[in-house]
């Protein structure tokens, strides 16, 4: 029991160390809540005693009925943690509906995330690996409750093949190795180890809003700061002649300040041109030669915003090429300010 415990603690520790997000996640955010069915194999022998279900005297050796509820939480990408209250079904002497129940407690290792990193969004298919320690109980009937009518531990080793059909919503296939110890000792008896498939659907509470690019604790709490530092710097509220000001004084570090010059304005964290950033770049003639720079917001990694900025003078340059424009240069400066400055700038040669 020890070991197999220390087991799960050491796999935890190795994945959540390397693992890494760059946005604190709050109580209720990755949440997820799940509902299954499917069967489990039994090795109970048949009893002629009335069933709730009469089907059930059939597969008494083969599978029995079961259903589960599932709540849990992902702490990054990776690594995340469930309850599961398992109830399966009457095929037994039990004069109850249900004559068994497994209340399990999973850790949840998220295979794709760790091995191909997280893209920023839930992949199509991922492959979960389950290991579980649970409490099962019997529920007896009334000529043995001694005999029938018990706690002991459970052990779990699952895994899930899940499909992310919607932003919100997952199918899940999930076999699974159960060993039922009865007598709660570790000695193992291969008649009480049990197979499991449960099929399901599982609601999320939100994705990770999660950089693709490696960031360590302390560049995140470096760039945390100078958040906070601009947010208190911008509590000041300029007006919004204040931040043309600052913002062309910005631009003439950029570039020469000329009349031949179209300004193309994005959204926060994105790099494709709206009606209005088509509009402005329709003025320049076919045949022009022409320069782009483009900048980003002072927020994030100094590497993600010259990523950025290097997407939006790219975006920039394709749309003017497509209207036979010549683009003699695209250029992404990253950040050239201390405040919101998410612009391309077309400089006429």
């Known amino acids: 029991m020890k070991k197999f415990i220390l087991m799960i603690a050491a796999a935890f520790i190795s994945v959540f160390a390397t693992a890494q997000t760059v946005q604190n996640s709050k109580l209720f955010d990755n949440t997820f809540i799940g509902i299954y ?21 059939d597969i008494v050796k083969g599978v029995r009925p079961v259903a ?14 469930s309850f599961e209250g398992q109830a399966l079904f009457n095929t037994t002497k039990s004069n109850t509906f249900i004559d ?14 760790l091995i191909g990193g997280y893209p920023g969004q839930p992949r199509f298919v991922e492959v979960v690996v389950v290991p579980g320690l649970g409490w099962g109980h019997n529920y007896g009937h ?9 706690n002991y531990l459970t052990y779990k080793a699952g895994a899930e093949v899940n499909f992310n059909v919607a932003e919100n919503w997952q199918i899940n296939i999930r076999p699974s190795a159960i060993w039922w110890n009865y007598n709660n000792m570790l000695k193992f008896h291969s008649k009480n180890l049990q197979a499991q498939v449960l099929v399901g659907a ?6 990770f809003k999660y950089c693709p690019y490696s960031v360590t604790a302390a560049e995140y709490n470096t760039l945390q700061n100078k958040v906070k530092e601009l947010q208190d710097a911008l509590a000041k509220k300029p007006t919004e002649v204040e931040k043309e000001v600052v913002v062309e004084k910005i631009v003439e570090k950029v570039i020469e300040k000329g009349a031949n010059q179209y300004f193309v304005q994005f959204a ?8 209005a950033a088509k509009a402005e770049l329709d003025q320049i003639a076919e045949g022009t030669e022409v320069a782009v720079v483009a900048t980003a917001s002072p927020e994030g990694s100094k590497l993600r915003n010259k990523v950025l900025s290097q997407k939006r003078a790219d975006a920039v340059k394709e749309y003017l090429e497509g209207r036979k424009v010549k683009v003699v240069s695209a250029e992404g400066l990253g950040v050239t300010g201390p405040t919101s400055n998410r612009v391309a700038i077309v400089k006429v040669n």
């Open 268 to 275: 926060k964290n994105k790099y494709d041109l709206d009606d």
């Open 68 to 81: 589960a509820l599932e709540i849990g939480k992902y702490v990054t990408p990776v690594v995340g943690f």
């Open 37 to 57: 069915g499917g069967g489990n194999t039994t090795n109970l022998t048949t009893t002629h005693e009335k069933f709730f279900w009469d089907g059930a005297k």
């Open 142 to 150: 009334t000529y043995d409750l001694a005999k029938f009518d018990k």
């Open 100 to 113: 068994q129940s497994n209340v399990i407690a999973n850790v949840k290792f998220n295979l794709s995330n």
């Open 202 to 207: 599982t609601y999320k509470f939100g994705n």
